[in-house]
């Protein structure tokens, strides 16, 4: 099994809907990287969290850290068309944090 | 530059053959980061740059792939005697994880 899974591995939501996407690792975190990924594009940074119970907003994207169940959660709010692609999440690993290790991703998809 | 920039976008060669793929990082970043995303793997790093210290190589595959980091800015990714299994998106990132656009990799 992967050391971050993600779920769902992907959803379809009607436009205007709420959805959150886990994170949830089997090591303990110590940060976690949110990125979207359109087909066939690189990774577009959202938002880092570094401490357990930090959370982030972006406008409609928020992301929060609970450190003691390892897993991190992103909130879409009143989603659009344009929320839809692939979600990333990666955590630093290695001695110094220096290298991400990525969950498989979640595909969403925003119908209208 | 503003961002990251790797060349090129799009590579499609023959088994066997050698690649080199370029990343430009963001100017001033000092850390420097090649990944991998192919369908059966996901995302998964390949090496780290720091700006004089040894790179990271941990997450080469094989010996066939090799990085170098000129003047601790430009970075090429060589990849040499191709395989199938190689194509993927090649993803460079700097500093704080930004990423590139990645080049797509084809290896007939």
């Known amino acids: 099994s992967q050391e971050l899974e993600q779920s769902p591995q992907s959803l379809i939501v009607q436009e205007g809907k709420n959805l959150t996407i886990n994170c949830t690792s089997s090591?303990?975190?110590?940060?976690l990287y949110w990125y979207k990924q359109k087909y066939g594009e690189g990774l577009i940074f959202l938002m880092m969290?570094?401490?357990?119970?930090e959370e982030k907003s972006h406008e409609k994207i928020t992301a929060k850290l609970d450190e003691k169940k390892q897993q991190s959660s992103l909130h879409i709010t009143a989603s659009q068309p344009s929320h839809a692609g692939i979600y990333l999440c990666?955590?630093?690993?290695?001695?110094?944090?220096?290298?991400?290790?990525f969950g498989a991703g979640t595909i969403l998809r925003v119908k209208s | 530059g503003a961002g990251v920039s790797q060349s090129p976008s799009n590579k499609v060669t023959e088994k066997g053959k050698d690649v080199e793929l370029r990343c430009d990082p963001i100017?001033?970043?000092?850390?420097l980061y090649w990944y991998r995303q192919s369908l059966g793997q996901g995302l998964e790093f390949l090496i780290y740059?720091?700006?004089?210290?040894?790179?990271?190589k941990s997450g080469l595959p094989s010996d066939r792939f090799s990085a170098e980091r000129t003047g601790g800015s430009v970075s090429t990714l060589t990849i040499q005697r191709t395989q199938q299994e190689d194509s993927a998106v090649y993803l460079c990132?700097?500093?704080?994880?930004?990423f590139g656009p990645g080049t797509r990799l084809t290896v007939l």
């Open positions: 990132a700097s500093t704080h994880q930004f």
């Open positions: 090591k303990t975190l110590y940060g």
């Open positions: 969290l570094q401490k357990g119970g």
């Open positions: 990666g955590a630093p690993r290695g001695e110094y944090g220096n290298k991400l290790v």
């Open positions: 100017s001033g970043h000092t850390a």
């Open positions: 740059f720091q700006g004089n210290s040894a790179p990271d």
